[in-house]
């Protein structure tokens, strides 16, 4: 899992069904002090999250799959959870 | 997911004949402001994608087996969507 | 895997079920002189690791769930050990 | 996919018996203008690649095990075409 | 699959069970000319290297299962050669 910041969302007017209702976010990588690491991605929200948020991003295809509870969706990353803090 | 733009097309002789009928794309990743970051890579196109789009890239191997509706297609990144709009 | 050092943890209210009893480090990737490479991450712990640990750290779905006994949960990185000495 | 081009090969005595007849190439990954970028890998080779060629690459698992017709190959990353023009 | 250089080893007093017998190598990648590149991790040695062996890693689970010669084993990385000469 990496931690990150909600930074932007994405419009698409061409989305594989699987992923109508939910939002495509991009997410900014940070470290322990919330400071931006690496390069930006984009991931599915599945915990309401919004632009500002600091949340748990987990990237890898069979746990999004498990998290969606559909085993034929082609998605490698979702949002699994919002920070409240870090220690 | 990644956000990516268009950057070039790839043309080889040989190619495996899953491939046939599709362009393989040369992708540059993106930030939130649409400038580059990290390396280029190839990805198959299954949404008539030109130079110069933004796009919505899809990097694992079982997600681009079931876009292409092909359980055993050798391939890993392929582009899922033409970006309209950044937020 | 990866050895690296535990700097935080992460509290979160939403939460997977299946991370239920689990802490959720921070892990900063460290070299075989124990300085810092690369970015952080973060790690389910399965071993009662704490801050300032050095750690050996499994980054593969199938691994961490085959680690946790639990085929279906949606987890990519676990904590598998402490380092006693590196040499 | 990966846009590569071979710098080099390698030659090990203790070998996998699955890698027999295959040779196995150092791929330096290339831009569009085929400059160099990020660090060299290995790659199986299945398309009679040489020093020079630049070649397609494809990284993962299940593909490579596809493209050998080897579905217990332990096997990450073979070339799968060379590179005719880029345009 | 990575060429790397052996650089040490980890002293573990938690480890798994399936790891007991094996040692656990810290792994510098290295260039076509033995150069370090990029950032060292750990790999389970299976063919006997020691410290300043250059050798051959991959990094995917399913073949590093094979390779184990167990469908269970939780491990991502093993040595699988060492390398007589690079051309």
New interface residues.
Partial sequence: ???GKV??????????SVYQGYK?L?I??V??KEEP???????LDT?QAGVGDTV?V???????R??MNNS??????VI????????
């Fill in positions: 899992m990496i931690l930074i932007g969302n994405v419009v698409s007017t061409i989305k594989l495509i991009i900014q990588p470290n322990n690491q690496g390069e930006s991605f984009l991931a915990v748990l987990i990237d890898e295809g069979n746990s999004s498990l998290i034929t969706a082609p998605v490698r990353t699994v959870g919002i920070v409240d803090t870090i220690e």
